[in-house]
């Protein structure tokens, strides 16, 4: 069955997309993460055009995050100062993100700084994921628990002004680091169709030293704020987001997740971590092919963008 | 289908038919008789012949201007010239969202035709050109640089047709020199490419050409340049012809320009057109039209509905799983 995106402008088998829904939506119930990391490129390899896939992505994480947001308020896992500073960067981020889409696609250079963003960013995460995970699987085959490391109490994060007071997450330290990292997640949450948790939740844990147990609850707080407003402004400046596609890829998602969640109570946390950091690394490698590999075809063909609006 | 083409014929024939001879009369109508029972070819060549006699197309050079010819044919001082008529299946083609591309069929017969003698090289040739709506169109080839290969130059061509459509009696080169087909912009040789920018990056008459020649390779790979042949037959003899058209549903949205020209020893006689309306409809227009007419409000209502549908997907699988 066939229905024509409006869009995209093309007609999709929607079990292709259902599926890839369920499929992204499975890996992501079973790990744990947003899976746009995953689905931005599958769209992308599937011949929706980057821009539409990017844009589109944004309001199905909208969908994914929401409800497990609101399961982290209502254990009160949410620390809404720290995440109202990562959310004041992470819009900031996503506007900067939104423009830089626009003027990239004109320039047509937007699908290779796609694709060198993932590999990049995949790349880093998928090769520290592995090395962390063969490390504890290694750790604990030799009887010894694999905790988490804790480097030096005191870093140059603690020498920064603009110092604020984190109840929730005791902490006492500048807003800038926050900020930061919070504006980095927007620009990618606008470039790359993710929501940035796995940016995010490394750097809160291991700069910021937020305690974990708020770690998660937090970064969803502003996944979710960060991609809606993501969504709205790709729709508004670049009429990137195909909703028909968004929801096919919502549905085939939730469902996914849910089957995922239970396959991944089977697994070991170590060997989760592994098998995702396989996963990153196949996708990277596959982006960085279509950089490095000779293409079949030099030229490429897209109707011309009208210079803004 | 038949009867609907001899419905249509039908409807084309008494429209035209005022300050016509009784015998031009005669054999329209055995014609359309001809084609709707598919018997007595014979008849509709001594028809012809009859009203017809041995008219020997001038041997000058290409037949120019269509508008030339149409006035050629509202005077009445040569009605034995030859003229085609011709129609499409559809007129209007609706993208719903369930669109998955459609068939036009383009079909139609050549008035006051001559016998044809099968040994000569003097036979009727028809081509059906369907064009999409022009598009500004820009074109990019990469380079390796430092390892990578990225989009170094660009060009931006003016109205280029997103989708084009040639359907032939016999390879264009068998029909009509170059110069006639260029005349007539048939052929995808033919579609002018005017570039309106990216002359800056430094690009050769060279490199232009292979711009155009990889616009022209990549629009055939996507199914939107397509050429047919054989694609036009001549159905009960010598002056009725079909041919079907495939339009992918990857073909941009706007309407469609269709054009049946009638050669005949290398020279245009007669030329046909019409358009083709293709449009959004139902849920798809609305859908794109709120996209494009309101994109802050469809970003909000994309928010909305994934927040609604988040949520409601797990207060379902929570009430379950509670269970």
């Known amino acids: 069955m066939h229905f024509y995106l409006p869009i995209a402008e093309m007609s999709a088998n929607i079990f292709i997309f259902l599926g890839m829904g369920g499929a992204v939506g499975f890996l992501s119930g079973m790990f744990g993460v947003g899976g746009g990391f995953l689905m931005t490129p599958l769209l992308i390899f599937s011949g929706i055009p980057p821009a539409v896939a990017v844009g ?8 994914s995050s929401v409800s497990g947001a609101i399961a982290q308020w209502q254990r009160k896992n949410v620390d809404f100062k720290m995440g109202t500073v990562l959310l004041i960067g992470g819009l900031i981020g996503s506007v900067f993100g939104v423009q830089l889409v626009r003027v990239l696609r004109a320039a047509g250079q937007f699908d290779m700084v796609v694709a060198l963003s993932y590999v990049t ?12 995970s063969a490390n504890a699987m290694r750790k604990s085959r030799n009887g010894r628990p694999g905790t988490g490391r804790r480097p030096g109490q005191h870093s140059w994060i603690h020498g920064l002004p603009l110092k604020m007071r984190f109840h929730r997450s005791k902490l006492y330290i500048s807003a800038i680091p926050p900020l930061l990292i919070g504006g980095l997640v927007g620009v990618l949450a606008a470039i790359m169709g993710v929501g940035g948790g796995f940016i995010m939740v490394p750097a809160m844990i291991y700069l910021l030293r937020v305690p974990t147990n708020v770690v998660v609850g937090t970064s969803l707080f502003q996944i979710v704020f960060v991609t809606a407003a993501t969504t709205i402004l790709h729709a508004y400046q670049n009429y990137t987001v195909d909703i028909v596609l968004a929801l096919l890829l919502m549905v085939g998602g939730v469902i996914g997740a849910q089957f995922g969640a239970v396959a991944g109570e089977k697994l070991k946390g170590e060997q989760l971590r592994f098998l995702l950091a396989g996963l990153v690394i196949a ?3 596959k982006m960085a092919w279509g950089l490095i590999g000779t293409p079949n075809e030099l030229y490429s063909i897209a109707p011309a963008l009208a210079g803004g609006h | 289908m038949r009867g609907r083409m001899c419905v249509a014929r039908a409807a084309l024939a008494t429209g035209r038919s005022v300050a016509r001879s009784f015998g031009e009369m005669l054999g329209r109508s055995l014609a359309i008789g001809v084609f709707c029972t598919g018997f007595a070819v014979a008849a509709i060549d001594g028809a012809a012949r009859a009203q017809a006699p041995a008219r020997e197309p001038s041997p000058q050079q290409p037949q120019t201007a269509p508008s030339s010819v ?11 010239r030859e003229k085609v008529h011709a129609d499409i299946s559809t007129r209007s083609v609706r993208v719903t969202s369930s669109f998955t591309g459609t068939e036009i069929i383009v079909f139609g017969s ?28 820009t074109a990019r ?16 061509f003016e109205s280029v047709p997103s989708y084009y459509a040639i359907s032939s009696t016999r390879p264009l080169e068998e029909i009509a020199d170059p110069v006639v087909l260029r005349n007539h912009d048939i052929g995808f040789e033919q579609v002018r490419m005017t570039p309106i920018s990216g002359w800056e990056s430094g690009i050769t008459t060279a490199d232009l050409r292979k711009f155009k020649e990889a616009v022209i390779r990549l629009k055939m790979n996507s199914g939107l340049y397509v050429q047919n042949e054989y694609g036009v037959v001549f159905v009960g003899g010598a002056s009725l012809f079909r041919t079907t058209i495939d339009l992918p549903a990857n073909v941009p949205v706007g309407t469609l320009k269709a054009r049946v020209l009638l050669f005949r020893q ?17 849920i798809e227009r609305y859908l794109h039209d709120f996209a494009f007419g309101f994109p802050l409000f469809y970003g909000i209502a994309a928010v909305i509905i994934a927040a609604a549908a988040g949520l409601a997907a797990s207060s379902y699988f929570g009430r379950r799983r509670a269970r």
């Open chain 1, 56 to 63: 589109t992505e944004a309001a199905q994480i909208v969908a």
């Open chain 1, 121 to 132: 960013f995949l790349g880093i995460i998928g090769s520290l994921m592995m090395i962390e």
């Open chain 1, 283 to 285: 996708v990277c490698l």
């Open chain 2, 70 to 80: 149409n006035l050629a044919e509202e005077s009445q001082d040569q009605p034995e």
């Open chain 2, 110 to 137: 050549i008035q006051n035709g001559r016998p044809e003698k099968p040994q000569s090289n003097d036979l009727y040739d028809v081509v059906v050109v369907l064009e999409g709506t022009p598009q500004e169109l």
């Open chain 2, 141 to 156: 080839r990469k380079s390796n640089v430092l390892g990578l290969w990225i989009n170094t130059q660009s060009l931006t």
């Open chain 2, 266 to 282: 290398g020279q245009m006689l007669s030329q046909f057109e019409a358009q083709v309306l293709m449009q959004r409809e139902g």
